[in-house]
């Protein structure tokens, strides 16, 4: 571990202004977001109608969603109430590495529901033989390896970074852009790594998910009634929404932005991704799904009854 003579680092925050709004606003968006996404979970484990592949995956998208943003929103408000925005330098590298590692498991995740929605449409006859529980499992257990072989290289890199006089963060939460600026290191190794594997990430989940849903509309326009293409329509909006957001904001923050606008376009990239959007999700997907919506009420009405007993 080469970390010169800083052993801990100084988050500055978001902005100086409005600490108090903010810190109830993500107080109130982590608390909304961690019960949505528990919900989720909880009604694919006990409701039998939310059993299929693509609950499946939404199961795990929750649980990587909690994970991310518990990762990085409660210590921000724990430095926030407390006014101590210390962390230390091994915790803001484990910090830094489940951050990044639930990041990345997000968008191979989501290139592989979007493969499900494929068979799903296009494949009708054959998805539950496609779309297997050992099939699903497999795709889930290779999205993290996949993130685990892109994360751990630049993490390894990292450790081997210098700081030497300055410790400041200008960041909300450890990340590895803030961190790279203020080293003392050559830093050109790490960000070409950084760059490549963030390309390689965004560029082969990207291609999956466009050439899933290329074959879907292709196949939509296919069907007789208009009926049919609502059908299949609303089996993915959901699914496209989460997408749109999520690819949308990596690709914004990759428009080489002026240095000036740099730095406060990475934290609100980071407060969508880590607060925003996890926040968003549950209700994305329930907003006009009608099985989960009758699971939710049906989970009330036993629990109602279990109440009264």
């Not at 919900?39 to 409701?47: E, R, Y």
């Not at 998208?61 to 990762?71: M, P, R, V, W």
């Not at 033989?129 to 890199?157: D, G, N, Q």
């Not at 699914?239 to 002026?258: D, E, R």
Request: aromatic letters at 12%; glycine letters at 2%.
């Amino acid at each position: 571990m080469r970390n010169g003579t800083v052993t801990t680092f100084i988050l500055a925050g978001l902005t100086d202004e409005l600490q108090v709004v903010i810190f109830i606003f993500l107080l109130f968006t982590y608390m909304l977001s961690v019960t949505g996404n528990l919900t989720m979970i909880t009604l694919t484990f006990v409701d039998s109608h939310l059993k299929t592949p693509m609950y499946f995956f939404l199961k795990n998208f929750s649980f990587l969603e909690i994970s991310f943003t518990s990762a990085c929103i409660p210590r921000y408000l724990y430095n926030t109430a407390t006014g101590d925005k210390v962390i230390t330098y091994n915790a803001c590298f484990i910090q830094v590495f489940f951050t990044d590692l639930c990041g990345a498991t997000e968008f191979f995740l989501l290139a592989a529901m979007s493969y499900d929605r494929y068979v799903a449409i296009c494949k009708p006859l054959h998805y539950v033989t496609i779309m297997s529980s050992r099939v699903c499992r497999i795709l889930v257990i290779c999205c993290w390896l996949a993130s685990l072989c892109v994360i751990i290289p630049l993490v390894s890199l990292g450790l081997n970074l210098e700081f030497c006089d300055s410790n400041v963060l200008n960041h909300f939460t450890c990340d590895a852009l803030p961190l790279v600026k203020i080293s003392c290191s050559d830093t050109w190794i790490v960000e070409q790594t950084v760059i490549i594997c963030a390309g390689m990430t965004l560029n082969m989940t990207l291609t999956c998910v466009v050439l899933s849903y290329g074959s879907i509309i292709r196949t939509m326009f296919r069907f007789p009634s208009v009926q049919q293409r609502k059908k299949a329509f609303l089996t993915c909006y959901s699914h496209l929404i989460v997408v749109s957001i999520t690819y949308g904001a990596c690709i914004f923050i990759y428009m080489n932005p002026t240095a000036k606008e740099e730095v406060t376009i990475n934290k609100a990239v980071s407060l969508l991704f880590s607060s925003i959007s996890p926040t968003l999700n549950p209700f994305i997907y329930t907003l006009r799904n009608n099985q989960v919506k009758k699971a939710f009420k049906d989970s009330l009405k036993r629990f109602a009854l279990l109440s009264t007993k």
